[in-house]
């Protein structure tokens, strides 16, 4: 498959993401349960907020629509972003008291790590649909959405609506499934809630766990990667993406060619964070106007660059360090 795929041109901005942000406390020391761990560092987190700063180390024109907590932590995910050229105009300020949410995470080793997550009355979720920036997506190229960000109201009728918007303007629109099972209360929510979203989407991303998730009533008992994508494409899909882990990934294109992606040696010390800088890197690709393979071998060394470092947000490469790693793949 060789295709590549038309996103609107002549817009002030490239990409726009909705949904989390949060921060992640990664574990200083490193092969050992948190128990026994006594020092965290602080960085940016959540996915959708991950992709978004990718794209702007990419050098895309990046803007982000949000809700943050009115504290500390609220203040330094803003600056974070501002000071990576993100515009934070979309981002708003809760003033109910809710709090930032928190992942901690343990890094057992670099096949065994976990996150613990603190989401209660997490401010990112009460963002609402009068909050949400039509003219910031009928600017910009692509609307990224997080599937985390429909489990509770309003922020989930703040997505659709942004969905809505993107849909009336032209704007493409990325599904980025994100299934975090502490936020929903059922997977009958989940899978309902998934279908709104993926039905208006270009492109859908995933893992295969999640992709079962969103087709629970589906039918599809032998977890097909093909019948995944083919169901998509009888809605809006151009392009179903199945990510396997250390498998890699598979690419399906409506034209019925499918794809899967290379896969770059890494010094793994940790394993989240792959797939929002996969992610990054295969839309940069796909922006560009790369074919699909070229963009998901693209997505695939990024990923390897953010599982070989200690952070998410903070690793996530630029394009010179991108194309560099692919070179000395190349001839290592």
């Known amino acids: ?68 907590a009115d504290d500390q932590m609220g203040r330094f995910i803003l600056g974070y972003l501002r000071d990576n050229g993100i515009d934070a105009s979309g981002v708003t300020t809760d ?49 990224l959405v997080s599937g985390t960000a429909l489990a509770k109201s309003p922020s989930r009728e703040a997505v659709l609506l942004a969905i809505r918007y993107a849909r009336k303007h032209g704007t493409k629109v990325v599904f980025d499934i994100d299934y975090r099972p502490y936020t929903w209360t059922s997977p009958e929510e989940t899978a309902i809630y998934y279908h709104l979203a993926a039905e208006k989407s270009d492109i859908i991303i995933g893992t295969r766990e999640e992709f079962d998730m969103l087709e629970r009533f589906d039918g599809n008992a032998e977890r097909s990667d093909a019948v995944t994508a083919a169901q998509w494409f009888g809605c809006r899909a151009e392009l179903v993406v199945i990510k396997h882990g250390k498998d890699g990934s598979i690419a399906y294109g409506k034209d019925g060619g499918s794809h899967r992606g290379a896969i770059f040696p890494a010094k793994v010390v940790k394993t989240f964070g792959a797939g929002d800088s996969y992610a990054a890197g295969f839309l940069h690709g796909l922006m560009q106007g790369w074919s699909v393979d070229r963009s998901m071998a693209y997505g695939s060394a990024a990923a390897s660059i953010v599982i070989s470092s200690h952070s998410c947000s903070d690793a996530m490469p630029t394009a010179e360090q991108v194309d560099a790693y692919i070179l000395a793949s190349q001839h290592a």
């Open 1 to 68: 498959m060789d295709n590549t795929l038309a996103f609107p041109a002549g817009r002030p901005r490239d990409f726009v993401a909705i949904g989390r942000l949060c921060i992640d406390l990664n574990a200083n020391e490193i092969n050992r349960p948190m128990e026994e761990t006594m020092t965290f560092t602080k960085y940016v987190g959540g996915s959708p907020a991950n992709i978004c700063i990718g794209m702007a180390r990419l050098g895309h024109r990046t803007a982000f629509i949000g809700k943050i």
């Open 95 to 143: 003033r109910t008291g809710a709090v930032t949410g928190l992942a901690f995470t343990e890094i057992k080793s670099p096949e065994d790590c976990s996150i613990l997550m603190y989401r209660d009355n997490a401010a990112d979720l009460l963002l609402a649909p009068a909050e949400v920036d039509e003219a910031l997506i009928a600017e910009s190229r692509v609307l």
